[in-house]
């Protein structure tokens, strides 16, 4: 049986600045194995108990993977099911048809076409994690996704 976890979180940069946190807000929950949280986290997690209070680095192979300079390309206007004139930088389209779709950000408009990245923001960043275990437990029915755990195999 795959476990619960809930928990208070706050995430700091290299420079020990606070950059995320579930302060004043809802703690983070997920049921292990649900695919949900990054591997990391979730290995980090594994075995603790309610009550546990630990800290954490987990680096790009564990969190969203290292950017890759493959997933930056220009791709010629004809590609975008929109009106040129309106993309900007920063807009999020997807692209692609089919089972090769993607979900990318476009960084730059020019003569040449349209410059698109498909790395996840959070590509290449190394966490530092607080964590505060509210709640450990085998999870229930009501915790998993339609009655059964969405377990990865």
Request: proline share 6%.
């Amino acid at each position: 049986m795959p476990f619960y976890y809930r928990f208070n979180y706050a995430i700091r940069n290299d420079a020990d600045a606070v950059v995320d946190s579930s302060a004043g807000g809802e703690a983070l929950s997920f049921v292990e194995g649900d695919g949900t949280m990054i591997p990391g986290l979730e290995a980090a997690l594994k075995g603790k108990s309610s009550g546990d209070e630990f800290q954490v680095t987990i680096g790009p192979d564990d969190a969203y993977g290292w950017r890759q300079n493959a997933l930056v390309r220009t791709l010629s206007a004809d590609m975008f099911d929109a009106d040129v004139s309106d993309v900007e930088p920063g807009m999020i389209f997807q692209v692609g048809s089919g089972d090769q779709r993607e979900v990318v950000k476009v960084v730059a408009v020019d003569e040449e076409g349209i410059t698109v990245d498909g790395n996840h923001p959070l590509a290449g960043l190394t966490f530092h994690f607080d964590i505060s275990v509210l709640e450990a437990r085998p999870a229930r029915p009501d915790d998993l996704d339609g009655g059964s755990p969405q377990i990865k195999p």
